[in-house]
Every structure is written in C-alpha cells, then in structure tokens.
C-alpha cells in the first residue's frame, strides 16, 4: 500500500501570521503551476478561519497572482442561497473575491438555490466534469490546491464522522447531513478520492478548541483515520498544515 505523504506542520503564533504564510505559498503555487500550465485550479474551504487568508490575499496579492488563469472552487457548500450568511460562497465573495480580478466564469459555486441538496450536488458534479472535460467514470481530476479546515470533530470539507458519504468512490460531489453540532445541516461535500487526488492540499487550523484533533491527527495518524475525516485526507504530492500555537498547543 502507498505511503502516505508525511505531512509538513507550520506552526505560528497567530491565524493572522498563519494566513499570511498560507497566501504565499498559495500565490507561489499559483506561479509555479501556470509556467506549465494555463489553468490553476483552487478549490476554497468555508467556515470562519479562512477569513483572514482571503483578505490577505485580496490585500496583498491582487497584482501577485495571474487571476485570469485561476479557477475557483469550493471544496463543501451550505444549502443555503449565495447570500446567506452561512454560505462559503459569500465569505470569500465578500472577502477576497469581491476585490481581485478574477473573471466571473472562473467562480464555479455551488448552486445551492436548486431545490434539493442531491440535485445541487449532481449540479456541481457536471460542472466538475465540465471543467476538468472529464467523462470517465473511473477517474477523478486533481485540483492544483485543495484548501481545508478541520471542525472540533474531526471533519472536514462537509465529511463527518460515521458518514456514509465517506465510502462514495465513484461520486465526486454528495450530498449530506452534518449533525446536529454543525449548522446548517444540508450541505454538498467533495468526495475523498476527489480531495485525495489533489497536488496539494493545505489545512488551515486555528484555535485550542481543535487541539485535540490537531494533535491526534499529526501524533497518531492511523488511530485518527478511524475517527477523523481529515486524518483520511491525502495529497499527490505536498500535504501541509498551516497552525496557530492555540491549535497545536492547546
Ligand atoms: C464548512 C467548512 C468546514 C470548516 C470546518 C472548520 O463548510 O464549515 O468547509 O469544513 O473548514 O468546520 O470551520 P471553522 O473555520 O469555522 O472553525
């Protein structure tokens, strides 16, 4: 069985300088990517701790990265309209995308006005195979950076513990429940082979409420696999977390 990748671990004394250092490494990945290539696919994590990166880069980087070429995604959507205060869509309009010059048909939402959570994940599906022109069943697509964040309980994107969404090999967008500890409930996640296949995956972690996570999944990565959703995350070729002191100290 393939080894894993060992993960890098960042650590900093703030989220503030966490993002920072994210936002360039994403910025340089954009670089390095569109010398080879004209299309940087980037697929954003919601919640509340990527705020502060996507402001930094709205900030600081609107002349620093080729935005014509990047193509944005969302690794998990809320099923909530776009302007919902719960929607991963808004907060990184509203934070980053709003103020960079990223060409509207490079936003790939997720359109969760559709009327059920199952038809908006089929939605986001095609538009997916769309994208990577991918018809074939048996593969999946890599994005150049897929970035996460990890709940208190281990999830990631929209995949919770016990879920069956993360058995799905052959979709590469569901629909699901998330419990009753995370609001909203319906929600469309990225499958994991979907996220495993990126080239580089990249949690941002803030916050001693998820210590106990953090260290499970870095100290005891078999263990946390049984548990943890984010411990089941793998990367082609860089996985690297980007933590504040309280996340990894506690
Ligand atoms: C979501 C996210 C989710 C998030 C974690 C951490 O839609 O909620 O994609 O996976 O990254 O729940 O959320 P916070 O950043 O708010 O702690």
């Known amino acids: 069985m393939e080894e894993p990748l060992k993960p890098e ?21 954009a670089k390095e990517a569109l010398e080879k290539q004209v299309r940087f696919a980037w697929a954003l994590s919601g919640g509340s701790t990527p705020r502060q990166l996507y402001t930094h880069i709205a900030n600081e980087y609107k002349n ?45 939402r997720v359109i969760s006005e559709i009327q059920t959570p199952e038809r908006a994940a089929e939605s986001y599906e095609k538009v997916l195979r769309e994208f990577f022109n991918d018809s074939d069943e048996e593969t999946f697509p890599t994005f150049d950076v897929m970035l996460l964040g990890v709940g208190e309980d281990g999830h990631t994107a929209s995949l919770f513990s016990g879920s069956s969404a993360l058995e799905e090999k052959r979709h ?12 909203p409930k319906k929600r469309i996640t990225l499958t994991l082979p ?55 100290h506690g």
């Open 9 to 29: 671990v960042n650590i900093f004394p703030n989220l503030e300088k966490a993002s920072r250092s994210l936002a360039e490494k994403i910025s340089g990945e």
């Open 64 to 108: 620093k990265i080729e935005w014509s070429a990047v193509h944005l995604f969302w690794g998990d959507e809320r099923w909530v309209p776009e302007n919902h205060p719960d929607s991963n869509f808004a907060m990184a309009y509203e934070t980053m995308i709003s103020k960079v010059p990223l060409p509207p048909p490079n936003i790939n």
């Open 172 to 183: 590469w967008v569901v629909a699901v429940d998330a419990p009753p500890s995370c609001s």
């Open 194 to 248: 979907l996220i495993n296949r990126s080239r580089a995956v990249f949690f941002l972690v803030s916050g001693s409420e998820k210590s106990r996570v953090l260290r499970s999944i870095l100290e005891e990565p078999y263990k946390a696999r049984r548990n943890y959703p984010a411990a089941m995350v793998k990367a082609r070729k860089k996985l690297a977390w980007y933590v504040d002191e309280d996340a990894y």
